[in-house]
Nanobody, 120 residues
Framework: QAQLVESGGGSVQPGGSLTLSCESS????????MGWYRQIPGYQREMVAQ???????RYADSVKGRLTISRDTAKNTPSLQMNNLTPEDTAVYYC??????????????WGQGTQVTVSS
């Protein structure tokens, strides 16, 4: 089974930028959608951005115009460019692949999360 590992999180001042990347131990040759979710302690995990296999994208209203999701076609994993960050973006960010198929196995995959902290 594939394992996902996020990178690129860290601390940044308001207005700053970060780029999150997601590595997979196995390349997905097929997927339904992939994306980024975030979670604050005590709250449910929420969708931030998704990219579908046909190239469509979907964003949470709170991040539209500031965050951009893309797909690394070589690795078939998602990346997230985060601009003009605000303290409300502080959370643990998780990489997700839905219906990801590698070898003969297809399933839902989550990374372990990467912390993003926005503060002055």
């Amino acid at each position: 089974q594939a394992q996902l590992v996020e990178s690129g999180g860290g601390s940044v001042q308001p207005g700053g930028s970060l780029t999150l990347s997601c590595e997979s131990s196995r390349r997905f040759y097929k997927f339904t959608d992939m994306g980024w979710y975030r979670q604050i302690p005590g709250y449910q995990r929420e969708m931030v951005a998704q990219i579908f296999s046909d190239g469509r994208t979907r964003y949470a209203d709170s991040v539209k115009g500031r965050l951009t999701i893309s797909r690394d076609t070589a690795k078939n994993t998602p990346s997230l460019q985060m601009n003009n960050l605000t303290p409300e973006d502080t959370a643990v960010y998780y990489c997700n692949v839905q219906g990801g198929c590698s070898g003969s196995v297809c399933g839902v995959y989550w990374g372990q999360g990467t912390q993003v902290t926005v503060s002055s």
